[in-house]
Every structure is written in structure tokens, then in C-alpha cells.
């Protein structure tokens, strides 16, 4: 699938969440080999966006925990934060919002069957994380990974 196939507008209104910057989302949509693939200079994957996604996704997962949960110590807490912030739990929610039918992928991962890969549907779902934090700031983060992760 090329660019200019993707819709971004069901994409965005699928996710509850509309771009300012529609580079953004396209740039968290962008697998490494799709972005080697391509004759369009400036073209950037999805790997910075997806750390950090990882890292916004951590932080409010642990204070959405600790303020819902103020009677679970540390340990208990980590472990529920674990079963919410895990690949498979990832690739799960991409298949809700149908995330596989916008990647941006290069013809071998293709071939491979990359769009049902669940690493890369989680890393493209922790680049949209990245990419609402980026362009709407830390309360759209927030309310992004309520609505589609917790």
C-alpha cells in the first residue's frame, strides 16, 4: 500500500484522535523497510515515534494504576501494569481499530505477511502514542491511551 491509499481520516476518526500534523501519524504508520523502499527523501519510520510512545505509555499507565488503585502495593501494580503494556495486548487493540490496513510496509514484509505481525502492529500502535503526544501534548496522550489501550 502506497501513501497516497491510506485514508487518514477513517484512520483518525477510528482512533477518536485528529492530527494537527497528518505527517505525524503517517511517520508512526511507516515500517523500517517501507521507508528504505521508498524514492521519497525525508521519509522517516516509525522507530523514534514507537520509543517514544514506550515510554509516554509507561508513565501514564503507572499513574492511571496508582490513582485507580490506591489499595495495590508496588508489586501488584507492576504486575497489572504488565498485562496492560505488553505486545500481545498491543497487537490485540491494533486489530480493534484495524491498524493493519494503514501500515506502510516494504514488499518483502509484505510478502511475509508484516501486517499481521504483531510486532509490528504494537510498535505502529506505541508510534501513534508517540505521534498524539507530539502533536496534541501529554493530556491528548492521556486520553489516547485510555480510549484505545486501558
Same mark, same amino acid.
Given at each position: ?5 491510506? $485514508? ?5 476518526? !477510528?482512533? =477518536?484522535?485528529?492530527?494537527? +500534523?497528518? =505527517? ?6 511507516? %515500517?523500517? !523497510? ?19 510512545? +514506550? ?5 501514564? !499507565?503507572? +499513574?492511571?494504576?496508582?490513582?485507580? %488503585? ?8 507492576? %504486575? ?5 503494556? =505488553?505486545? +500481545? =495486548?498491543?497487537?490485540?487493540? *491494533?486489530?480493534?481499530? &484495524? ?16 501486517? @499481521?505481525?504483531?510486532? &509490528? ?13 507530539? $502533536?496534541?501534548?501529554? @493530556?491528548? *496522550? ?9
Amino acid at each position: 500500500m502506497g501513501i497516497n491509499k491510506i $485514508d487518514l481520516a477513517a484512520l483518525e476518526q !477510528t482512533l =477518536n484522535y485528529q492530527f494537527k +500534523d497528518k =505527517n505525524l501519524l503517517l511517520q508512526a504508520l511507516t %515500517h523500517t !523497510t517501507f521507508a528504505y523502499e521508498s524514492q521519497k527523501e525525508n521519509l522517516n519510520d516509525n522507530q523514534r515515534l514507537e520509543f517514544l510512545g +514506550d515510554s509516554i505509555l509507561t508513565m501514564i !499507565t503507572a +499513574d492511571y494504576l496508582y490513582k485507580k %488503585h490506591p489499595e495495590c502495593a508496588e508489586g501488584e501494580l507492576t %504486575h497489572r501494569r504488565s498485562l496492560l503494556v =505488553n505486545r +500481545d =495486548n498491543f497487537a490485540k487493540k *491494533a486489530k480493534e481499530v &484495524n491498524l493493519s490496513q494503514y501500515l506502510l510496509l516494504g514488499k518483502g514484509e509484505e510478502k511475509l505477511g508484516g501486517r @499481521e505481525n504483531s510486532t &509490528n502492529l504494537s510498535c505502529a500502535l506505541e508510534a501513534i502514542i508517540g505521534a498524539v503526544y507530539l $502533536d496534541g501534548g501529554f @493530556e491528548q *496522550a492521556y486520553k489516547f491511551v485510555k480510549l484505545i489501550i486501558i
